[in-house]
Nanobody, 130 residues
Framework: QAQLVESGGGLVQAGGSLRLSCAASGRNFSNYAMAWFRQARGKEREFVTTINWSGGITYYTDSVKGRFTISRVNVKNTVYLQMNSLKPEDTAVYYC???????????????????????WGKGTLVTVSS
């Protein structure tokens, strides 16, 4: 059974940093693009960032560019999200997701309003206090 498990969420002050991890298991995800989404209370789930299978191609939503960095270590089946200069508006449940194919496909699909992915984690809560 394929599974994605997020960790690393918590409470941090504005301007602080957190690193989220996503541990993948149950299948080989090395051919999957991986992504992070987030959902704030009362809002729809939104795309944050995605990374291709090799880790060489990444895309970010405009609001996190320059502050967040996605990375992956395939031998560890783990994806990371380094979040710096956090703002209160970054407060949300963060979800790890995987989809077979290119990261550009995830980018294009989410721009079109389609958040469909092959696998989802259960999420980890990030709270940024002002």
């Amino acid at each position: 059974q394929a599974q994605l498990v997020e960790s690393g969420g918590g409470l941090v002050q504005a301007g602080g940093s957190l690193r989220l991890s996503c541990a993948a298991s149950g299948r080989n995800f090395s051919n999957y693009a991986m992504a992070w989404f987030r959902q704030a209370r009362g809002k729809e789930r939104e795309f944050v960032t995605t990374i291709n299978w090799s880790g060489g191609i990444t895309y970010y939503t405009d609001s996190v560019k320059g502050r967040f960095t996605i990375s992956r270590v395939n031998v560890k089946n783990t994806v990371y999200l380094q979040m710096n200069s956090l703002k209160p508006e970054d407060t949300a449940v963060y979800y790890c997701a995987a989809r077979m194919g290119a990261a550009s496909g995830i980018r294009d699909r989410t721009k079109a309003g389609n958040n469909g992915m092959d696998y989802w984690g259960k999420g980890t809560l990030v709270t940024v206090s002002s």
